[in-house]
């Protein structure tokens, strides 16, 4: 036969591939990453590399501006010199470094606000910075916040000193609040969209030792925070007033495993992510599959309140993030320890979390409570 194209052969082929999409995925070596995953007609999957830069460092974290298709990164180096990074995506997948500019170090989230700005949660050094863009070499800080303890918290070990651990802007764009797992504070201020500065607001005072590591807001009104030393989820309602400054109240805490019970020692909660009204939390060292760890969800009335559902596999150890696609069917799970990307199917209408449907290691392992292995995960939506 000659070497013309069967086109029965041409048009199968493009039917068994369905659909794909791209993930992006950090690594603690200092390298930023697009997996593609593709499904089938025939109701499988596939997950492979597509592409990957390194933008030194030691990438914790990345926020992604889907109107500019910008990857903005932390770096949680905590020696010599840390870095912001501005990373575009093609829609092929193609990776471009853009913009880096020093910060302090230990960065471990960052989050987007105003207009035109970043801010930055600096767990080792005790700081919250914010910064104008587009990054530019040698730019230096908006403003920088330090905070200090009288002493060591209810766990000294782990509350030594302020940790800030995320950067959160509310619903109306108006306020940031920071959870400080060192200090036991959800920190915040109110934003000057236009010049991009804050001003400090009273902070929420959580029980001693609960460690509050990272939130995510339920509509306007309702707010949970994951608690990394209590391994609790927290929610509070949210009170805005006619002027002044934003208010939390507790209204429920619940741990992440099943019955209320408490965590094993040396568990500790990570992300708190929400998707219609289901909320998710990440168990890291529960071995509740041993060897793997766990994804805890539950379902939310409205007027908040959470029920647990179910914990299922992570599919690897030490689940740092999660997060669901915009169709509600899959849920990416980045587990740092393993450094493999788990991909696993979700039931949109139950919120529930179902089978394994295809994982992937990307660079080198990681050891358990170590700053190593895979840091994030995030669809390009």
Not at 71 to 84: L, M, N, Q, V
Not at 86 to 92: I, L
Not at 185 to 200: C, V
Not at 337 to 357: E, F, H, M, S
Request: glycine share 10%.
């Amino acid at each position: 036969m000659s070497g013309r194209l069967n086109p029965l052969l041409f048009v199968s082929a493009l039917l068994d591939i369905a659909s794909a999409a791209n993930i992006f995925v950090s690594h603690y070596t200092g390298t930023i990453n697009v997996l593609t995953l593709t499904s089938t007609s025939s109701g499988g999957y596939t997950l492979t590399q597509n592409s990957s830069l390194n933008v030194g460092g030691q990438p914790s974290w990345m926020t992604f501006d889907s109107s500019s298709r910008t990857i903005y990164s932390s770096d949680e180096t905590g020696w010599g010199s840390a870095a912001i990074t501005a990373v575009t995506v093609a829609t092929n997948g193609a990776l471009k470094l853009i913009g880096k500019t020093n910060a302090p170090l230990g960065g471990v989230h960052n989050a987007l606000y105003g207009d035109g700005y970043i801010a930055h949660a600096h767990y080792q050094m005790s700081q919250v910075s914010t910064f104008k863009l587009p990054l530019t070499s040698g730019q230096g800080p908006l403003e920088t916040f330090t905070f200090t303890m009288s002493g060591k918290g209810t766990n000294p070990s782990r509350q030594d000193a302020p940790h800030p651990h995320q950067a959160l802007v509310d619903p109306t764009g108006n306020f940031l609040l920071v959870p400080d797992l060192g200090a036991d504070l959800i920190r915040i201020w109110s934003i000057n969209k236009a010049s991009g500065k804050l001003t400090a607001c009273p902070s929420f005072t959580q029980v001693g030792g609960t460690g509050p590591r990272h939130g995510v807001f339920y509509g306007k009104d309702i707010l949970y925070i994951g608690n990394e030393l209590a391994n609790t989820v927290n929610a509070f309602h949210v009170t805005y007033p006619a002027s002044g400054c934003l208010s939390l109240s507790l209204t429920q805490s619940l741990t992440t495993l099943a019955g209320n019970k408490t965590a094993p020692s040396g568990t500790k909660v990570g992300e708190v992510y929400i998707k219609d009204k289901y909320l998710y939390a990440t168990n890291r060292r529960d071995l509740s599959f041993s060897p793997n760890d766990s994804i805890a969800s539950f379902s939310l009335d409205d007027a908040g309140a959470m029920t647990f559902q179910q914990i299922t596999s992570s599919g690897g150890t030490y689940p740092r993030t999660f997060a669901i696609n915009k169709a509600g069917d899959l849920a990416v799970i980045g587990d740092q320890t393993t450094a493999n990307v788990v991909i696993v199917k979700r039931d949109p209408a139950t919120g529930l979390l179902g089978t394994q449907v295809a994982s992937m290691r990307i660079g080198t392992v990681g050891q358990p409570e170590n700053d190593d292995g895979l840091s994030a995960v995030l669809w390009d939506e």
